[in-house]
């Protein structure tokens, strides 16, 4: 059974920094593309960012800001944001595809709560 | 930028089926969009229903169903129950690496 679980949510000022981590578990992960979503309070969802090999992809929203990396010997998925402003206030979902040969978000872990704020 | 549309609302009675669609603000959605489709409850993770355009997830019951309806991507649900009323998200592949989430559509059962 796929299991995600994220952690490293807070309350950060803005212009502060904030890295999240997913440990994943009950697949290979080192084969898996992995994604960021994010869900601000009462609003959809947004795709963050997506690694996949040794590619790395973000929306335009947080490019340049957030880096997604991983750590295949500790299956964990990291986010780490900086330069955080207030529409970064949302739930971060890390999410893991069907299977090895796609990307598109599957399984999903329960979220971990950024809040940016003064 | 393109942006992934889907209706704000709908409404469907107990036992009745409804579409819920994903169109693109320009051009067409087909099965190179990867389209997929999610279910969200307040409070709760999104649970996947649909991915690549068609294929159930497990434990889905076969009456959600995902197709490509003219220029849209479509989730249609049978029978509705109540426990169906709920957020519905669709997201599609932009290329690049890209993924654009709908807005959302929430579902009423009544």
């Known amino acids: 059974e796929v299991q995600l679980l994220e ?3 807070g309350l950060v000022q803005p212009g502060g920094s904030l890295r999240l981590s997913c440990a994943a578990s009950g697949f290979t992960f080192s084969n898996y593309a992995m994604t960021w979503v ?3 309070p009462g609003k959809g969802l947004e795709w963050v960012s997506t690694i996949r090999g040794s590619s790395t992809y973000y929306a335009d929203s947080v490019k ?3 880096t997604i990396s991983r750590d295949n010997s500790k299956n964990t998925l990291y ?3 900086n330069s955080l402003r207030a529409e970064d206030t949302a739930v971060y979902y890390c999410a893991s595809p069907p299977g090895s040969g796609y990307v598109v978000p ?3 872990g329960q979220g971990t709560l950024v809040a940016v704020s003064s | 930028q393109t942006v992934v ?3 704000p609302s709908f409404s ?4 009745g089926t409804v579409t819920l669609t994903c169109g693109l603000s320009s051009g067409s959605v087909s099965t190179s969009y990867y389209p997929s489709w999610y279910q969200q409850t307040p409070g709760q993770s999104p649970r996947t229903l649909i991915y690549s355009t068609n294929t159930r997830s497990s434990g889905v019951p076969d009456r959600f ?7 849209k991507a479509a989730l249609t649900i049978t029978g509705a129950q109540a426990d169906d009323e709920s957020d519905y998200y669709c997201v599609l592949y932009m290329g690049s690496g890209i993924w654009v989430f709908g807005g959302g559509t929430k579902l009423t059962v009544l």
């Open chain 1, 7 to 9: 952690s490293g949510g």
């Open chain 1, 38 to 40: 994010r869900q601000a």
């Open chain 1, 64 to 66: 340049g800001r957030f």
């Open chain 1, 79 to 81: 986010l780490q944001m």
């Open chain 1, 106 to 108: 599957h399984d999903w």
């Open chain 2, 5 to 7: 549309t889907q209706e």
């Open chain 2, 12 to 15: 469907v009675s107990p036992g």
């Open chain 2, 65 to 71: 169903s995902g197709s490509i309806l003219g220029n």
